[in-house]
């Protein structure tokens, strides 16, 4: 079960001072981005070298992720915390 309440509540309650909450969500989304290009421009190469279900399965992976980030299913935090 996921707890409630803000990243900052929820560190402060794990017994650590936050120190840092940042949103990453959109360098996430570039990133599947950036991979899903790729995977894409190397298609030949990479299904010649790793088969053709590991490389559907790549693709697949990264744009389920993608699907999850832009329908706001999905984010990236970073988090610093300190113990108290």
């Given at each position: 079960m996921t707890p409630r309440g803000s990243?900052?509540?929820?560190?402060?309650?794990?017994?650590?001072?936050?120190?840092?909450?940042?949103?990453?969500?959109?360098e996430l989304e570039g990133a599947l981005r950036r991979m899903l290009d790729g995977l894409r421009a190397g298609e030949t190469a990479l299904r010649s070298d790793e088969g053709d279900d590991v490389f559907e399965h790549e693709v697949s992976?990264?744009?389920?992720?993608?699907?999850?980030?832009?329908?706001?299913?999905?984010?990236?935090?970073?988090?610093?915390?300190?113990?108290?």
């Open positions: 990243l900052e509540e929820t560190t402060a309650a794990a017994g650590f001072l936050p120190l840092v909450v940042e949103d990453w969500t959109s992976k990264k744009a389920q992720l993608l699907e999850g980030v832009v329908e706001g299913l999905l984010r990236r935090t970073l988090v610093v915390a300190a113990a108290p």
